[in-house]
């Protein structure tokens, strides 16, 4: 008689106390939100979730690879601008444009006195080649960096100064190439998504909840890999690089794979943002929206899938709230928030749930302290030498 190996508790790829950690946060944007928000805040909170798509790759990037990227705006803007561009597209039409000097391109390359739609613009016509830019395009750009840094060994401070010097740079040539990219002010006016008119208060519903499954999809997505002997490799990787080099592991490939998966994740997040918010422009690559996403997985935990979902929500809110109040205090208090973090819960509100609160819960949401959210140096759960033992 065989016997099957041990599962540990896990179902598929997910223990039981992640089905349930991902139930409630259904519940909470499915139900919950829906019935005790007015349009106005749930569109907010629409939007606060776009950038959760950026969290949830820095977990798998920065959390557990320990690759520091200060430049993920970059992929969140080039996802929004690919959707973008096929929008405006379909808003300069003939019939919308007939009053510029040539009609049927965008109104800003009138203006710039561009005569034709360049090159570069022609597949957006079609939104099934959108679909694969918004996914492809962010991925190719981190394939060419990651490539190029981390087959050289750049990784640490460095390659997270490269980043945020990459983000800069796109945000000047954004600005500079006004007649092809709208320049400081973006790419605005997006009215319909093949006819379907996006500026309503019920479209914005409907992609609301189009965003919270797509957001739903990926989090599945980032359980898969971090159950996965990848996601073991990775760990192992960020604790001990050179054990898992000599090896035989190659570990510039697995590095150039995880940054570009978060890249994906990213620019997913961008092109939902665009269809929600209306318009996408070059104040989202920089470097200032780049450290506030890295402010959101810190504030949630880096750790943690989840955590970096709610830390995404809590901050977005804080600052929509602290704004609104005292508009001119809340770069103060975001600088306080992250000081917060590095200081006093230095595994964000993950570790302060994993620690504080779990225990007392008992064995439906991880069991005791001691399985309280791991620091980077050491992950009780993922153990460095299984990962490149197998």
């Not at 601008?81 to 009609?103: D, R």
């Not at 998504?193 to 992609?207: C, M, Q, S, V, Y």
């Amino acid at each position: 008689m065989t016997t099957s190996a041990p599962t540990s508790g896990r179902t598929f790829f997910l223990r039981p106390q992640d089905m349930i950690g991902i139930a409630i946060l259904a519940v909470l944007l499915v139900v919950i939100l829906p019935l005790t928000l007015d349009n106005f805040r749930l569109q907010f909170v629409g939007k606060y979730l776009t950038y959760a798509f950026v969290a949830l790759g820095l977990v798998l990037c920065w959390g557990y690879a320990g690759i520091l990227s200060l430049g993920q705006g970059v992929f969140f803007g080039l996802g929004g601008y690919c959707m973008a561009m096929f929008l405006k597209l379909e808003a300069s039409s003939v019939a919308n444009t007939k009053i510029q000097t040539t009609p049927g391109i965008p109104d800003f390359m009138d203006w710039n006195q561009i005569t034709e739609l360049p090159l570069m613009w022609q597949p957006f016509n079609n939104l099934g080649l959108t679909i694969l830019a918004v996914i492809l395009v962010p991925a190719l750009f981190a394939f060419i960096v990651g490539f190029a840094m981390f087959k050289r060994r750049v990784g640490g401070v460095y390659f997270a100064i490269i980043t945020q010097a990459l983000a800069a740079i796109l945000t000047i040539l954004i600005v500079g190439q006004q007649g092809y990219t709208g320049g400081i002010n973006g790419i605005t006016d997006l009215r319909t998504l093949h006819g379907w008119d996006i500026r309503t208060d019920a479209a914005k519903t409907i992609l609301y909840f189009v965003c919270v499954g797509l957001l739903i999809a990926c989090i599945l997505l980032a359980y898969y890999v971090k159950s996965s002997k990848l996601g073991r490799i990775l760990v192992a990787m960020r604790d001990k690089e050179d054990r898992v080099r000599f090896s035989g592991y190659d570990v510039a490939s697995f590095k150039v794979f995880v940054f570009c998966l978060a890249a994906s994740l990213s620019a997913i997040g961008g092109a939902m943002f665009t269809l929600q918010v209306g318009f996408m422009s070059p104040s989202f690559v920089g470097i200032v929206p780049s450290i506030e996403m890295v402010i959101y997985t810190a504030v949630g935990g880096r750790l943690s899938i989840l955590g970096a979902i709610y830390g995404t929500l809590l901050v977005n809110w804080a600052k929509t709230s602290f704004s609104e109040s005292f508009p001119e205090l809340w770069l103060f208090g975001l600088g306080g928030l992250f000081i917060a973090v590095v200081l006093i819960f230095p595994n964000g509100l993950a570790g302060l749930w994993q620690t504080y609160v779990a225990p007392r819960l008992g064995p439906l949401f991880g069991g005791t302290a001691k399985r309280a959210v791991p620091s980077p140096a050491s992950e009780p759960a993922v153990p460095a030498a299984p990962a490149v033992a197998e």
